[in-house]
């Protein structure tokens, strides 16, 4: 019967409810393990052990074990296999074992027999460290099978691994693409979320150990009774996941707030204000860190507003947080609202001359590039010229100038090249790793910190491959020298499936990522030349904004001849606050490189590259080489995402049509402004932009998120 | 050993993944049932057939049992039960049993024997009809056992039964706290979200057939094809679910686009001009619902601003999607910026001259009540007063009043309240219900609007107790007959569990709900109190707003005399909108009640009322029955919540906390203030607020939600 062939007939058999895989798990997944890797685990991890247990931060370690591995082994009641034994060297088993992890952070996995019976131990000297240990261990077991015998030691690099929250007090987000802040400001401090908790899971996974809550960006309001009781729940909650809550500071605050005349920092009224005010937020979360500052940056209040520097403005607040054993984390993001040098050079100039000046609970915040967070910058002449002054690098994990959430584009290739970057401060080998690790100079007080891309939106970060960038910070941080490709695979395999099948292309996408966003934004040192304001998409013909350097004209300095900002000696001569032998190589066009060749140079566009091309062909091949890059992210996923549930892979699949149409528009609009001025033609055989300059020059997008 | 003794030793047994208890499930739980019922509903709905599976919205409806039956029988494979037949009329095997649903929108459900086989059938007229049938049948398991047999014969009383989302183009949502938009407007149309498909099955399972996608304070932007073709694709997700999307439109749009010169509805260009944009709209939304309109009110633009009226107004917009079968839902909700009438009369006056003037595919959105969605305001009295002219009424679901998401208050029986309201239009028992379902004049054209609560957050509605307010709408707009018991009843028994010793007292805490909020905020027929712009918190005392109509001073009008305002004869004449019999009733304060009394009449003081109290102690045991009536909440929510999972009842506690303390709140400034105007003294044994009035007047709040 016909009627009957279309019938669906339901049977209702071995339906199981599925998993939501919409992404909240992150890299902490703990699926169910094959059979064979399921009873290994069991065999060898069949129930946990603590003689600290009232430790809340031992409790959270045994808890994320509790909830993780009867889920892996699908756990039945016939195991009784091995155990973990986890604690801290001050418990007496552990002791007895006569283990010594490293610092204050760091911890020992290793398989003991003791009193005859078989032990996974996982010890730290603190209780963060056996934390840290069993989110490795966790790692370690979803990436595949383990190894026989498990003798791990590890520990962090650096001492300030920090996520830069840019969240506002109501809730949205500067440069946010993941829905609103998680901190629901407007319950706390009476309600909390559940979804606080697994941040700090999350966090801590990776070992991060700080979160600066609020915007630097700062309102005063967040000093206020009402705001640090807020904070100082969050800080509640974070705590037993050894991780310590700052706060950003508004220079004006206690002006603004109407409680002193002035925000000198000479001032000993101001200085008394911000005691009182260190002490008041001690009371409340006295584990506080300290404090954020963006000062005398882009229409900030800052110490320059009273004739005073920016060491005697950190100073002044590190003496207030100094009783407490907190620090101030000072940002170099500086550029003048008069100065008509180039903007480039701003921070450097600024802040080399306080080299030595500040306090020693003051650590300098230095992003990895001088201008924003570009697709590509070379690194911060800052790094290696204050040799006297910790600095921290702080990279952005929010993917402002990256296409926001829907573009791929992993940033652990942008980190590392930054990380590795050479600044021959005290000769070769002086990379920006050993200064922000402090063993170039030797500080103690070292940082990383991440500007966050993290909200409420179910997935954390807006993207599942955007939860990859979150993870990257965190390993960089507690490990500046793993490699783009092994955490891309660590990732991979936690959050999607260890099956190399599936891993190695996947892995192969993202290392490529980075370089076609490059390719079809900004190529060859190309920077800013994204659209006004919110930098979503192209705006190259931006010329008619109030200051010089908020235009991308500024920065390409395309005209009929050529392209390209002219950093040498015959330019702005940037390139002179690096060390002599990295100056030298960023003034010769002919060592300078491809990558950074219009950041340093005006080139004329019928000049010849490397390739043989000239420069006009040069960057039409790779304008194209970024969309072709993005097709083929689109045809490859068509392949993988079949390997992983629906879910995720739809989403991905359509982000990356998302990216395809875009990265089609930045290259067709680059390639219509940039040929009607060059005045060159496309090469043949090239295609042309869908639609003229105009076209271009009239898409607005009032709406972009992100952009308040 | 005393070490070993602290030791927790974790058994891998039978720990199962918990199901997050997050609130995002709803009312679809589809928990697996106890064994007794799992087997009485296997045995009877084992299997689902059907022989229109190609029709989307029966595919809908099949998914929707596929989901959920197995679920809550944990259906092994033994199961071989009964047969679920789900279809149209139009079917081969539904047309053989001679069923008759009533209507487009109507099912039957029904237990049948067809060529010896037992068949419980659920069908409809239309595919929409056996959806909202598999919803129904749904909900009757979740509640408890099923009858022995079941004969079901269904049909809503309002054709439109629509949600209202304030959403912007940038994602806020004016007057949300649920997060922001659930539409990702930035990523459509090219990326959905699962979730606009859960939102789809959630408005079916009530009923639910339509949605205003944007903001009635719009902006042209929605109008342009960028625009429309996001619409189009939140359209085509909807679609199957039986769910109509209609829009908002700006009246000065074609102006601000830059299309026309005028938006004058008489000039022939706005009128060739908006035929043409729905000609756009319908192609890329063939059933397109139509526009809804705020015009000439609160800033708006609209006809008035060309001396034309709001008919004339209506009538070009509804010419214009007239050919595609759509309609405009024109807004009654206006006051002007120079009447200086009595607000609560303006709507009325502008309106009520209109009466017959309307196109027929035309109908007039009217609020609850003549102010602005109060915590408890008398019956709009245009209800009943435009016979020829179809009203729909317009209801806010989401708490723009009433605390906000973190207040129970379920809303089901202010609701009622006006939907039993009696007009006295045509004579005793003319209810609103009656005018609203086009029974009471014969209108065709009918329709209920709810103002959506609906957003990003995972939960969906800001709390769990709000997404009841959600379900009662659809309920109503179903059959506003319904009453808020059984509403509430049958939400609780899907929502939490059948267990009449949750469901009762926690049924008893919703009725009451209510009427705690307006005690502790507004009561006695009080309005608008609250503080400026957010209306989060008490405001009283602001006099001095630019507009007399934005204070709360205006509305309530107290004096060393007296208190409310007087809208009898003596003062507004309000009164006299009403039909005669409710005219008097409203107008003498013997027959008001207490409800409304200062709502109507400005009344001393030192006036008796039916307690023997004064006003004013009246007033006082009023807030103070309210500020109980909370703490009573807390109180029983202790012994309720650990009768359900611990996620959403520790949400619930703490919310109800914040509830108490800003109850408190309310009652405390108010108490100062009314005290301090009125000159007395609080009753002995009346506990004085905490503060004196001016610290309650310097709270500020300058990061409410809702509030852009």
Do not use: C
Not at 367 to 376: L, Y
């Amino acid at each position: 019967m016909a009627r009957l062939a279309a019938a669906i007939a339901m049977l209702i058999a071995f339906a199981q409810p599925a998993l939501a895989e919409d992404g909240y798990d992150l890299w902490l997944r703990y699926r169910p393990l094959p059979a064979d890797r399921a009873s290994a685990l069991a065999a060898r991890a069949g129930a946990v052990e603590t003689d600290e247990a009232s430790d809340p931060t031992i409790a959270a370690a045994v808890a994320e074990l509790q909830r993780a591995l009867p889920s892996m082994t699908g756990g039945g009641p016939e195991q009784q296999g091995g155990v973990i034994l986890i604690g801290t060297t001050r418990s007496r088993r552990i002791a007895a074992l006569g283990l010594e992890p490293a610092g204050e952070d760091g911890f020992i996995i290793r398989d003991v027999t003791a009193n005859g019976r078989r032990l996974l131990v996982i010890a730290g000297n603190r209780p963060v460290g056996a934390l840290y240990g069993a989110f490795h261990f966790l790692r370690l077991v979803q990436q595949g099978p383990l190894p026989a015998k498990l003798d791990i030691a590890e520990k962090p690099r650096v001492k300030l691994r920090l996520l830069n929250h840019w969240d506002n007090l109501d809730r949205t987000v500067e440069r946010g693409y993941s829905g609103q802040s998680i901190w629901d400001w407007w319950k706390l401090p009476t309600a909390t979320d559940p979804r606080y908790t697994d941040y700090a899971r999350a966090n801590a996974s990776l070992g991060i150990n700080g979160a600066v809550l609020n915007n630097v960006n700062a309102k005063p309001d967040s000093l206020t009774p009402q705001w640090i009781a807020k904070a100082a729940k969050v800080a509640d909650v974070l705590r037993p996941y050894g991780i310590r809550v700052y706060l950003s500071a508004r220079w004006s605050a206690p002006v603004e707030l109407k409680q002193t005349a002035t925000a000198d920092p000479l001032d000993p009224a101001v200085a008394a204000w911000w005691r009182a005010k260190a002490d008041e937020i001690y009371r409340a979360i006295p584990d506080f860190g300290g404090f954020l500052v963006k000062a005398n940056s882009e229409g900030q209040p800052g110490p320059q507003d009273y004739k005073r520097s920016h060491a005697e403005g950190a100073n002044m607040l590190a003496a207030a947080v100094r009783p407490h054993g907190g620090i101030v984390m000072w940002r170099a993001f500086v550029y003048s609202e008069v100065d008509p040098d180039d903007r480039a050079k701003q921070a450097y100039s600024e802040f080399k001359p306080l080299d030595g000046k500040f306090a020693d609970n003051v650590i300098v915040q230095v992003k990895n590039g001088a201008i924003d967070f570009q697709p590509r910058e070379p690194f911060h002449p800052l790094f290696g010229a204050m040799p006297k002054t910790p600095l921290m690098l702080e990279v952005q994990i929010t993917k402002e100038y990256l296409g926001f959430a829907t573009h791929l584009a992993y940033l652990a290739t942008m980190w590392a090249e930054v990380l590795e970057a050479d600044t021959f401060a005290r000769g070769k080998g002086s990379t920006v790793a050993k200064v922000i690790d402090g063993s170039l100079e030797g500080h103690a007080l070292t940082g990383m910190a991440g500007v966050a891309n993290i909200g409420s939106d179910r997935n954390w970060s807006g993207s599942i491959f955007d939860q990859a960038n979150w993870y990257a910070f965190g390993r960089l941080a507690w490990n500046p020298d793993l490699t783009p490709v092994e955490i891309a695979r660590e990732w991979a395999q936690q959050t999607f499936t260890p099956d190399p099948g599936f891993v190695d292309p996947t892995v192969a996408m993202m290392l490529e990522s980075r370089q076609a966003v490059v390719d079809y934004m900004t190529p060859m040192g190309l920077a800013h030349l994204m659209a006004t304001g919110h930098h979503y998409g192209p705006g190259p013909w931006v010329g008619d904004l109030a200051r010089p350097e908020w235009n991308p004209t500024y920065y390409h300095r395309a005209d009929k001849g050529g392209i390209g900002f002219d950093r040498t000696r015959s330019g702005s001569d940037a390139v002179a606050q690096y060390a002599r032998p990295v100056a030298r190589r960023f003034a010769d066009r002919r060592t300078v490189g491809d990558d950074f060749l219009l950041w340093f140079h005006h080139v004329g566009w019928d000049e010849r590259m490397a390739s043989g091309r000239t420069l006009w062909e040069e960057m039409v091949a790779r304008y194209d080489r970024g969309v072709a890059a993005v097709e083929g992210m689109n045809r490859r996923w068509a392949m993988l995402g079949p390997l992983i549930d629906k879910e995720r892979a739809d989403q991905i699949a359509s982000f990356l049509v998302i990216q395809k149409e875009e990265a089609i528009w930045w290259r067709d609009a680059s390639l219509a402004y940039f040929g009607s001025v060059s005045g060159r033609k496309l090469p043949a055989g090239v295609r042309p932009p869908a639609h003229d300059l105009q076209y271009y020059e009239a898409i607005r997008h009032p709406y972009a998120p992100g952009h308040h």
